[in-house]
Nanobody, 124 residues
Framework: QVQLVESGGGLVQAGGSLRLSCAAS????????VGWFRQAPGKEREFIAT????????YYADSVKGRFTISRDDAKDTAYLQMNSLKPEDTALYYC?????????????????WGQGTQVTVSS
């Protein structure tokens, strides 16, 4: 069992930055791939970014490529999502998730454990 806790969300003006954190419990975090997803009101959950176990492979949604960076610190059992040049359309509830197979994937159905989410609101 892995428990995930997101933090770092908040209210920011367009063009600003936030760094989200995803803290994991358990001693096997380093073997899990991590994904970030978001869901805006009235919309489906969408993939944002993923990083494999080991951190050598990352994928991003086109909508955030060049603005967001996913990373991980296995010594701290924590993953991060650095978000720069934020836009009002980035407003959503952001979730992190992990899956035990370890490979980076954009498919939310592959993820075994999810956090409760952290709200990001970008004002224009």
């Amino acid at each position: 069992q892995v428990q995930l806790v997101e933090s770092g969300g908040g209210l920011v003006q367009a063009g600003g930055s936030l760094r989200l954190s995803c803290a994991a419990s358990g001693r096997t975090f380093r073997s899990y791939a991590v994904g970030w997803f978001r869901q805006a009101p009235g919309k489906e959950r969408e993939f944002i970014a993923t990083i494999n176990a080991g951190g050598g492979t990352t994928y991003y949604a086109d909508s955030v490529k060049g603005r967001f960076t996913i990373s991980r610190d296995d010594a701290k059992d924590t993953a991060y999502l650095q978000m720069n040049s934020l836009k009002p359309e980035d407003t959503a509830l952001y979730y992190c998730a992990v899956h035990r197979d370890g490979f980076a994937t954009i498919l939310d159905s592959r993820y075994n454990y999810w956090g409760q989410g952290t709200q990001v609101t970008v004002s224009s």
